[in-house]
């Protein structure tokens, strides 16, 4: 196995990794209702999607306007639920 295969192995399983282990602090953060807390995770989850992934979304300003737009997102739907809960229950 040459030396660069195995760097993108170890990459690839680092990257996976990350990407549930993210996804699994936003459940929490999100079913803990912690707005700031959903918002950074949100900004991690998409900056690792977001530049792992260079065909999507080329430029850098759109890049950080997609990530902020995710934390943003994640915050709101905190926001709305509360609203909501209020409201209905």
Same mark, same amino acid.
């Given at each position: @196995?040459?030396?660069? /295969?195995?760097?993108r192995?170890? *990459?690839? %399983?680092?990257?996976? $990794?990350?990407? #549930?282990?993210?996804?699994? @602090?936003?459940?929490? !953060? *999100?079913?803990?209702?912690?707005? #700031?807390?959903?918002?950074?995770? +949100? #900004?991690?989850?998409s +900056?690792?999607?977001? %530049?792992? !992934?260079? =065909?999507? #979304?080329?430029?850098?300003?759109?890049? !950080? =306007? /997609?990530? *902020?737009?995710?934390?943003?997102?994640?915050?709101?739907?905190?926001?709305? /639920?509360? $609203?909501? +809960?209020?409201?209905?229950?």
């Amino acid at each position: @196995m040459s030396i660069i /295969y195995k760097n993108r192995a170890i *990459l690839a %399983f680092f990257t996976g $990794f990350l990407q #549930i282990l993210l996804i699994g @602090m936003q459940v929490k !953060v *999100l079913a803990s209702n912690h707005i #700031i807390g959903a918002f950074f995770v +949100s #900004i991690c989850i998409s +900056s690792l999607w977001c %530049f792992n !992934v260079n =065909t999507v #979304i080329r430029s850098v300003a759109c890049r !950080v =306007t /997609y990530v *902020l737009g995710a934390g943003c997102g994640a915050s709101a739907s905190i926001i709305f /639920y509360r $609203f909501l +809960s209020e409201i209905l229950w």
